[in-house]
């Protein structure tokens, strides 16, 4: 019986480690989308923190990415892009040379 304990444990971590890389190769693909949209040179995308909070009367998983960008191609900037599992939720932008 405890070996079907440890292999359901080790079977979450599993799901929980490629779960959290989906969400990093999406969060890199939408940064690099917004920073397109916005005419900026995206640098690169990094996990900050995660968080538990409430949004519309609702608990929720929350992780934060920084997202550094340039906008002249000499300077360097730190966004913030949050998302909520798998779903958007804002990028917030710096004020930044152009």
């Known amino acids: 019986m405890d070996f079907v304990w440890l292999l359901l444990l080790g079977m979450a971590f599993v799901y929980a480690f490629l779960l959290q890389r989906k969400q990093d190769e999406t969060a890199i693909k939408l940064a690099k989308h917004l920073c397109k949209q916005q005419q900026l040179q995206f ?56």
């Open 43 to 98: 640098l690169e995308c990094a996990r900050g923190k995660h968080q538990f909070s409430k949004l519309d009367n609702r608990w929720r998983w929350f992780t934060s990415y920084q997202v550094d960008f340039s906008g002249d191609g000499e300077s360097r900037y730190q966004a913030e892009l949050r998302l909520s599992g798998l779903r958007y939720l804002s990028f917030q932008l710096p004020p930044y040379r152009i």
